[in-house]
């Protein structure tokens, strides 16, 4: 059985907003500010699927998820998350959103910052994420073992 990894609360931007900057100034761009954070609070944005086009969707997604996690790594997973949310929405079956969702963002992803990225998630990406063995499925906090 696997069990998941508890994180500290992300209290560095609320600690360190003096008013005196931009509240959505973000504030962890290191690679190692990956965890699962944003990823686990962005799913509400879904609800704008239906008055955004995908891009401003997903940019909002971006937005969002930079409030605590501004790598683009993050970014890109909280993308991901919300464009297979979306399909899910949409009516679409599970393995059918899965694979239209992520085929939604890709050429948004081949584009810098997050073309670099792409590496990270061939998994993700290799649209058999469904055939994957348990043993092989990570619950490390990582934001992209948690996608």
Known sequence: MKYLTLAMPPAKPFTSWNGASHPWKPVAKREHSNGNGSLMRILPV?????TLELSN???RTHQVS??????????????IYISIAACLLEGLA?????LEGG???REIYSQPPYASEMANFKRIFSDKL????EKEIQSD???ISTL
């Open 46 to 50: 879904v609800f704008y699927h239906k």
């Open 57 to 59: 969707l997903i940019q």
């Open 66 to 79: 930079r409030i605590t996690h501004a790598h683009p790594r993050s970014q890109m997973a909280c993308g």
């Open 94 to 98: 599970p393995k059918q959103a899965y």
């Open 103 to 105: 085929q939604n963002v």
């Open 130 to 133: 469904d055939e994957l063995p």
């Open 141 to 143: 906090g990582y934001v």
